[in-house]
């Protein structure tokens, strides 16, 4: 974990984000994952995922452990680990984005895109990804889901196995930011 926290920290200095912006972090948000399958259903959760976003510049960066996803069947999580996406080799993915025509005077809900890079499996990709915003009193909530495709995070799948895991990935998530206070 606290090489997560570091990360965090380093991902934050590299983009900028100075201390007198209005910052707010996510310590516990959460991705999950499902992937529809011929033999069988394949989900994982994850609720240990850090996130800074900020609110002058409209940036956010999110980084997590693979290890950390949870799934209802430990050789799930044994062949996602060291056969998919290799965590000893590629432990974190990270997304590092900015919102697109956000206006952070709105009281109301805001369906925005977030511009970004989502980085899996050492690839990075170009996404955008829809979101809905949130202001409950001083927090900020995001939510939503997209897809991502194995193949553009070179994930190999053996081809015995090609026919029973899903080439498109479902991706739902939920972050609470709280004010980050140094």
Known sequence: MNKLVSFLFFIVSITNFSSDSNQFIARQGQISFFSYTSVENIEAVNNQVLSIFDLDKKEIAISMLMRAFVFKKDLMYEHFNES??????????????????????????????????????????????????????????????????????????????????AKIISIKFRFQYEPYEQ
């Open 84 to 165: 998919y996406v290799e965590s000893d080799i590629y432990p974190k993915a990270t997304f590092e984005g900015k919102i697109i025509d956000f206006d952070k005077k709105s009281e109301q809900p805001q369906t925005k895109i977030i511009r970004g890079t989502l980085t899996i499996h050492g690839v990075s990709k170009n996404i955008d990804i829809k979101t809905t915003i949130k202001k409950e009193k001083n927090k900020y909530v995001f939510t939503g889901d997209f897809t991502a495709a194995v193949d553009d995070f070179q994930i190999k799948i053996p081809p015995i196995l090609s026919s029973n895991i």
